[in-house]
């Protein structure tokens, strides 16, 4: 049997190569991955069908893994480095749009958490749509957000959190928002594996998107009809 280190990965065909990929984030294989992603690149494959068929797809099952006990914190943190290496080549192609600006939107993950990989999508996502985006990181309390958005003149909040623990921290935030009266200069978004639709509603933010491509179509909406209301 061939091991790992005899595959070459520029004789894969497209398929073989994405499951390789699946694979080799799995594996944490950092310089495979980054490898794989130039090969799709140089094959004509659109940045964000790498990001989201091999990359996505990929850390997909590294989740459901982790869920199931099967992978534990180091394996996963090594498949999120080997993740972000392949984000670190996408993010330049999927920024240089040339789109007009949108708009300005602070984004960062909640106190208590630590995940970035879906925050820093989106933020990717978003400068690639047209958006101005100033990353504040992760672990944040509320005066971080707050300090960000009066000093950036954003337009837009960004919370992310992937845990059940940590993602009432967003309706602190927002309700402090309230309580200085400054709810309604930003629109909210939120996102985050356990978050959902009614969640979103329910802790008064404008809007929970599932995705990164989901977020950026409903940030360009609500830009569009905040410019509306104010036009008329
Ligand atoms: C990678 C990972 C880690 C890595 C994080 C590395 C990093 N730099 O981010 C490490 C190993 C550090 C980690 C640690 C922990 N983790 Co973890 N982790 C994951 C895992 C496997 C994948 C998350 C991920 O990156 N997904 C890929 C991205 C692309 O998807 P995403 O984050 O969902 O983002 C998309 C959308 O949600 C949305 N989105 C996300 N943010 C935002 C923000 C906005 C504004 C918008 C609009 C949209 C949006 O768009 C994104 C792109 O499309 C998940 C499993 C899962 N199914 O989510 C568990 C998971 C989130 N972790 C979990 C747990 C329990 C932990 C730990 C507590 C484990 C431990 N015992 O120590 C710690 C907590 C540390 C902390 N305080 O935060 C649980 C949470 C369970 C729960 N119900 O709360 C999960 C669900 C695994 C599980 N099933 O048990 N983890």
Redesign the pocket.
Same mark, same amino acid.
């Given at each position: 049997m061939a091991d790992e280190d005899d595959i070459i990965l520029s004789e894969l065909d497209d398929e073989e190569l994405v499951l390789q990929m699946h694979d080799d984030l799995y594996d944490g294989l950092k310089e495979e991955i980054e490898e794989a992603v130039h090969i799709l690149i140089d094959r004509g494959w659109t940045p964000y069908d790498i990001l989201t068929k091999a990359l996505?797809a990929g $850390?997909t099952i590294? =989740?459901n893994d982790?869920?199931d006990g099967i992978l534990f +914190?180091p394996e +996963?943190?090594l498949a !999120?480095n080997a993740m972000k290496g392949g984000m670190a080549i996408l993010k330049p192609l999927l920024v240089e749009t040339g789109a007009p600006r949108m708009g300005k939107m602070v984004?960062g993950t909640v106190k208590?958490?630590?995940?970035? @990989?879906?925050?820093n999508?989106?933020a990717m996502m978003m400068e690639g749509a047209g958006f101005e985006v100033v990353d504040i990181g992760i672990n944040n309390p509320v005066e971080s957000y707050l300090e960000a958005l009066d000093r950036e003149g954003a337009d837009i909040l960004? $919370?992310?959190a992937?845990? #059940? #623990?940590t993602m009432p921290y967003m309706k602190v935030v927002i309700d402090t928002m309230k309580e200085k009266g400054i709810r309604d200069d930003y629109l909210v @978004?939120?996102? =985050? !594996?356990?978050l959902n639709e009614e969640f979103g509603k329910a802790i008064g933010a404008d809007a929970y998107?599932?995705? !990164?491509a989901v !977020?950026v179509e409903t940030a360009k909406d609500m830009v569009a009809r905040k410019h509306n209301r104010m036009g008329a």
């Open positions: 996505v $850390m590294v =989740g982790f869920r +914190v +996963v943190l !999120a984004i208590g958490d630590i995940h970035d @990989i879906g925050k999508l989106v960004g $919370m992310s992937l845990l #059940t #623990t @978004i939120v996102g =985050g !594996a356990p998107c599932r995705d !990164a !977020a």
